[in-house]
């Protein structure tokens, strides 16, 4: 298979010699915020409101749009300790890129976690068995650090896996040339940084900050290794053709986003 691990040489490149495939993600604030889309040989990590786990659905299905439509055409395995999985939003994003809901989930190959030591098995000793079966190019860790926080594992030998975990996911996704996105809470000590400690935090090489007022969403480059920190928006979309919104969305104050 191309771009085993055993296939990637080690060697010295400028930065003008690195040439990487850019992937749009379907969502225009994204792809303008990050340069055009995603490239192949980097790990992103998404942390901040859980909102963020409908954008990385929805990226699983823009995957697999045809080279023609901006898509690469491929499947999208997805190790998942955050439960993000929602049969609905991906018929929704199924259709709204035309394609065929059933075909889209058979190119979505989930694995769920329910605990860490599950978390740790899937991620160091299952991967490479998984891309030998799956010829994905997109690699999703839906909440890395999420069960090691409700297990109480933040210290000592949990962030030791951890950091364990995020070097592996680093060096598998630039040996297979992939895109991996990795998914985190913020920190409980300070919202606008990662849970999952120094580790995760280092071996992601792009950071985006993902939070949630009533009418935006708002993304925050906070780490890119070509672009400056930066922000953006989009509009959330509005409610569906009889849609019944509850009395305390009209109530609410903004939160000044």
């Given at each position: 298979?191309?771009?085993?691990?055993?296939?990637?040489?080690?060697?010295?490149?400028?930065?003008?010699?690195?040439?990487?495939?850019?992937?749009?993600t379907?969502?225009?604030?994204?792809?303008?915020?990050?340069?055009?889309?995603?490239?192949?040989?980097?790990?992103?990590?998404?942390?901040?409101?859980?909102?963020?786990?409908?954008?990385?659905?929805?990226?699983?299905?823009?995957?697999?749009?045809?080279?023609?439509?901006k898509?690469?055409?491929?499947?999208?395995?997805?190790?998942?300790?955050?439960?993000?999985?929602?049969?609905?939003?991906?018929?929704?994003?199924?259709?709204?890129?035309?394609?065929?809901?059933?075909?889209?989930?058979?190119?979505?190959?989930?694995s769920?976690?329910?605990?860490?030591?599950?978390?740790?098995?899937?991620?160091?000793?299952?991967?490479?068995?998984?891309?030998?079966?799956?010829?994905?190019?997109?690699?999703?860790?839906?909440?890395?650090?999420?069960?090691?926080?409700?297990?109480?594992?933040?210290?000592?030998?949990?962030?030791?896996?951890?950091?364990?975990?995020?070097?592996?996911?680093?060096?598998?996704?630039?040996n297979?040339?992939?895109?991996?996105?990795?998914?985190?809470?913020?920190s409980?000590?300070?919202?606008?940084?990662?849970?999952?400690?120094?580790?995760?935090s280092?071996c992601?090489?792009?950071?985006?900050?993902?939070?949630?007022?009533?009418?935006?969403?708002?993304?925050?480059?906070?780490?890119?290794?070509?672009?400056?920190?930066?922000?953006?928006?989009?509009?959330?979309?509005?409610?569906?053709?009889?849609?019944?919104?509850?009395?305390?969305?009209?109530?609410?104050?903004?939160?000044g986003?």
């Open positions: 298979m191309k771009g085993t691990e055993s296939s990637f040489k080690l060697g010295f490149s400028t930065a003008d010699q690195v040439r990487r495939s850019v992937i749009p379907g969502i225009v604030a994204l792809d303008k915020l990050l340069g055009g889309g995603l490239e192949t040989g980097l790990m992103y990590l998404f942390y901040g409101n859980r909102c963020l786990n409908n954008d990385l659905l929805r990226i699983a299905v823009q995957m697999q749009l045809p080279a023609e439509r898509g690469i055409n491929s499947p999208t395995i997805i190790i998942d300790s955050a439960n993000m999985i929602k049969i609905d939003k991906l018929t929704d994003y199924s259709f709204e890129f035309e394609l065929e809901p059933e075909e889209v989930m058979e190119r979505i190959f989930i769920r976690a329910f605990n860490s030591s599950q978390t740790y098995a899937l991620v160091m000793e299952q991967l490479p068995s998984f891309f030998e079966r799956v010829p994905a190019r997109l690699l999703i860790i839906a909440g890395l650090p999420d069960l090691y926080i409700s297990e109480k594992m933040m210290t000592g030998e949990g962030l030791q896996q951890l950091t364990h975990m995020a070097t592996k996911l680093m060096t598998f996704t630039l297979r040339e992939i895109v991996t996105l990795v998914s985190a809470p913020s409980q000590k300070n919202r606008e940084i990662p849970a999952g400690g120094k580790a995760l280092s992601a090489q792009v950071h985006i900050c993902v939070s949630e007022s009533k009418s935006y969403i708002k993304y925050t480059l906070a780490k890119h290794p070509q672009y400056p920190i930066r922000h953006t928006t989009r509009v959330k979309p509005g409610p569906r053709f009889g849609t019944t919104l509850p009395l305390s969305h009209f109530l609410d104050g903004s939160d986003e």
